[in-house]
């Protein structure tokens, strides 16, 4: 697992990461969310990011939301739903762009080697 500086992890509604997962500068992942009515009602909602996913600069992750195994999320991302593995989303909201180019290559073999 790779954190870059300035990471933020909100873990109230709890955050799982997995294997071999980038979190590169400025990501932000919230669980918890206010009612507009009352800053005192909250909601939680578990963040999962599987195995080799990477998220980049500046990306957001909303809660209750996976990011699937060896998916990409593009930096600046405002991600408010699930994103399938093997996929690239951007956009704010993030929206699936393509299939991850992985050459045929899958977990370890894609050689997610942080500060080498």
């Known amino acids: ?66 990011v699937g195994s060896q998916a990409i999320v593009a930096a600046g991302s405002m991600v408010n739903q699930n994103v399938p593995p093997n996929m690239v989303v951007a956009g704010t909201p993030a929206r699936v762009i393509r299939e991850r180019k992985t050459e045929g290559h899958e977990g370890d073999a894609l050689d997610h080697i942080w500060l080498f």
């Open 1 to 66: 697992m790779f954190f870059n500086r300035g990471v933020f992890l909100d873990t109230k509604g709890g955050v799982h990461l997995g294997n071999s997962v980038a979190l590169a500068e400025d990501v932000r992942i919230f669980t918890h969310t206010h009612s507009e009515a009352s800053h005192i009602a909250r909601t939680y909602g578990r963040v999962v990011v599987e195995d080799y996913a990477k998220i980049y600069a500046g990306a957001t992750i909303m809660p209750g939301v996976t």
